[in-house]
């Protein structure tokens, strides 16, 4: 799962996937493509939206995508186009490109929609990104079992 910061969007989806996949089963992670808040646990209105929905996100911490997580995950989950833009440039070869999915497209098929940014706007943004990561990720989840 892969935002700008890793400290709205992409722990929020991380979160939701791990708690519709078996655990034994999948390893789901979360990374930005920017390095402005490595180390940092998700902003304080994403762990509340998940902690509402009965998902613990408090102990994450970001960290910043690299090309080894093309080696390391089988898919790849972004947020929003700039986000695409700038895993893409990342790739080496096709195989790592077509790894690389807006995390929408499960639920809106080649429409490349956006999971708007949260991060400047208030409480009602982190529970709109809540619902549609739900969504997206209940199809995902269908999809992988
Ligand atoms: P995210 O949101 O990409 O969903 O984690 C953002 C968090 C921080 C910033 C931008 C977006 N920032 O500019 O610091």
Do not use: W
């Not at 998700?42 to 960290?63: E, F, H, Q, T, W």
């Not at 098929?109 to 009602?124: E, F």
Request: proline share 5%; glycine share 6%.
């Amino acid at each position: 799962m892969v935002c700008l910061g890793n400290i709205c969007r992409s722990p929020l989806a991380e979160g939701i996937l791990k708690s519709k996949l078996p655990q034994d089963k999948f390893i789901v992670d979360s990374a930005g493509t920017s390095n402005y808040h490595m180390g940092s646990p998700p902003d304080k209105r994403s762990v509340a939206v998940a902690r509402k929905y009965g998902l613990d996100i408090s102990n994450l911490k970001g960290r910043q995508f690299s090309v080894a997580d093309f080696d390391a995950f089988d898919y790849i989950y972004v947020m929003d186009e700039s986000n695409y833009n700038n895993v893409i440039s990342l790739a080496r070869n096709k195989q790592d490109k077509e790894k690389v999915k807006f995390i929408l497209n499960d639920v809106y098929p080649n429409q490349n929609y956006n999971v708007p940014d949260p991060y400047y706007g208030g409480d009602h943004g982190f529970e709109n990104v809540y619902k549609m990561l739900d969504e997206a990720c209940s199809i995902i989840a269908k999809s992988l079992i």
